[in-house]
């Protein structure tokens, strides 16, 4: 047995246990001798893990239960059929030059190739760099010329898109693989099933990346996030920690593939451990009481959802209506739980719903474990830190706070030992990684505090990243499209609080001489942004101002449009130039 196989068969074993502080105990004995571990300078999870355990031991075992929410069409693949599909679209990537370190780009909605895609990127050792479908050209081209595609594995509606992207970008991929339909520049992904159904595993290294995301920041356009073959496949042994899934149990995660939340839960911790993932597809919004159904009919032990979707079944669903004998655990994360979420779901199934914290840089850091149930939970809070990560909290000069109530900024003492779950580097950007990176601390933009009895409460974010409906947008971002049109002078976009999205973008707009507020010109704005900017980063709010606040060095000041619009927002105020975008865009 290797080390890396050891390490999981003892994990294994501890979450099997009961649910009591006892197994807290263990986790934690678990997690502080991991982190004093000489690792080995090789690991291949695919290969020691899915396939040196579970699918030696388990292999007719469901690995993935995939479901049409639109036709309730259903697929099962055992975990020998999972690595099977996986192994033949490395031989043909590798047939067409695809090579250890090569990048491979993955633009699939909920369908099973994205989970196969996923793991031969992995196994095969290529840089995985998920892609989500709601990326507009000017995305595409942007990551096309930031981080070079060899590959790209896309759906039949994501075609048009990437090759308009590529032209623009110059790029030229070895091959691109469409999925779901037929374009002559496109080989089809049917082509592969010929393909062998062995394919040896890479010797990747521990520090090799193979997995890219691109991630929103404060400044600049998307940062990628570069983790190591490592720092998610181990990493996440804290995230399966909380949500207790166990080997054999059915789990599922609503979360589109393209983010990282989708490798944080429907991914790594349910094939990490022997468990069943699932992926419940559906065109366009999601439809709540379908989901739920599904979550209830299919038997789903442990489920995985951000606030946003808690919102929306609550708004939406009769609870009373679903028996849910099946369902163990349910987790949330992405965005701050409300507490009325919480009594709502308990009351009505008798459930609580644990809220973990993490990032796209990092695996689960704080949440509130399965052996706190049944009392120890405080609503609103998501809990303590795990034991993978040395947590701090730091004041504004750097200082660790060591009082209750007082607050700080949520950081990684890398001092003692570096969190194997934590990002590698933000690839190409020294000057990102010196803001990050500043003494011996991971600084994670989020501020918290904790109260006398150790729970960890969110207070928002440190920078202007805006979180709406679990996705992160950069300011900059939308503010570049908004002074794009010929009307902008100036822009500032900033979070604006809301019930159900937890918040939504606001810009504030000052307009160049000649131009007058108005309804027309709103509407005007809002049919260029949503020409060049995914919809989920398109403002909900436009404000017109004759100017905006700014530095003395001349640097826009969105922390005082922030409070602001938080002030304007809980009095219920409207602004005599200020539109909303469900009013204006009715027909949209």
Not at 298 to 304: G, H, M, P, S
Not at 455 to 474: E, M, P, Q, T
Request: aromatic share 12%.
């Amino acid at each position: 047995m290797t080390f890396f196989q050891s390490i999981y068969r003892r994990f294994i074993e501890i979450l099997t246990l009961k649910d009591d502080e006892d197994k807290g105990r263990n986790y934690e004995e678990f997690f502080y001798s991991l982190n004093s571990s000489q690792l080995p300078s090789f690991f291949n999870w695919a290969e020691e893990i899915v396939e040196g355990l579970h699918l030696k031991e388990r292999g007719e075992q469901s690995a993935l239960l995939w479901v049409s929410l639109d036709s309730w069409d259903v697929k099962r693949y055992t975990y020998s059929d999972f690595v099977s599909e996986a192994n033949k679209l490395i031989n043909f990537l590798r047939g067409h030059g695809m090579r250890k370190g090569s990048k491979l780009y993955i633009m699939l909605p909920q369908v099973p190739e994205v989970f196969f895609a996923t793991y031969a990127s992995i196994k095969a050792g290529f840089v995985g760099v998920p892609t989500a479908v709601v990326m507009t050209v000017r995305e595409l081209q942007y990551r096309f010329k930031a981080f070079p595609p060899d590959a790209i594995i896309a759906d039949v509606n994501s075609a048009r898109l990437v090759d308009e992207a590529l032209k623009a970008s110059n790029s030229r991929p070895n091959v691109k693989i469409l999925v779901g339909g037929d374009i002559a520049t496109w080989e089809s992904y049917e082509s592969i099933k010929k393909e062998s159904a062995l394919a040896e595993a890479a010797k990747t290294n521990i520090d090799d990346i193979v997995l890219a995301f691109f991630t929103s920041g404060t400044t600049g356009l998307p940062k990628i996030v570069a983790h190591t073959a490592v720092s998610y496949p181990v990493g996440h042994l804290s995230t399966a920690a909380m949500i207790n899934a166990k080997p054999g149990d059915l789990h599922n995660n609503l979360s589109a593939p393209g983010w990282a939340k989708f490798a944080w839960s429907s991914f790594f911790p349910p094939l990490s451990i022997g468990a069943t993932t699932s992926a419940f597809y559906h065109a366009g919004k999601l439809p709540a009481e379908k989901y739920l159904q599904a979550i209830n009919d299919f038997n789903v032990n442990t489920f995985c959802a951000p606030p946003t979707a808690w919102r929306l079944f609550r708004a939406q669903v009769k609870l009373n209506e679903f028996k849910f004998e099946d369902l163990k655990e349910v987790v949330s994360a992405g965005e701050p739980l409300n507490p009325e979420l919480y009594y709502w779901f308990k009351e009505a199934t008798g459930i609580e719903i644990r809220d973990m914290y993490g990032q796209t840089e990092t695996t689960a850091m704080i949440g509130n474990p399965p052996w706190w149930k049944g009392g120890k939970i405080r609503p609103g809070s998501f809990g303590r830190p795990i034991a993978m990560y040395d947590i701090v909290l730091l004041n504004d000069d750097g200082r660790e706070i060591n009082n209750a109530g007082e607050v700080g900024h949520i950081a990684i003492r890398l001092k003692r030992w570096r969190a194997i779950g934590l990002m590698k580097e933000y690839i190409g950007d020294p000057n990102r990684m010196k803001e990050t990176f500043v003494n011996g601390y991971y600084y994670t933009g989020d501020k918290a505090y904790f109260d006398t009895n150790g729970y960890w409460w969110s207070v928002g974010r440190a920078d202007d990243v805006i979180k709406s409906s679990d996705y992160r947008i950069g300011p900059y971002e939308v503010e570049s499209a908004l002074v794009e049109h010929h009307a902008v002078a100036e822009a500032a976009a900033v979070a604006s609080p809301d019930p159900m999205r937890y918040q939504v973008v606001k810009a504030f707009v000052s307009l160049k001489p000649g131009f007058i507020p108005s309804k027309e010109l709103a509407k005007d704005i809002w049919d260029h942004l949503l020409n060049v900017l995914p919809r989920y980063k398109v403002p909900r709010i436009i404000e017109f101002v004759d100017e905006l606040p700014k530095t003395i060095s001349g640097k826009i000041r969105r922390v005082e449009l922030r409070e602001l619009e938080m002030r304007k927002r809980n009095k219920g105020e409207r602004g005599e130039k200020e539109y909303f975008f469900e009013e204006v865009m009715k027909a949209k």
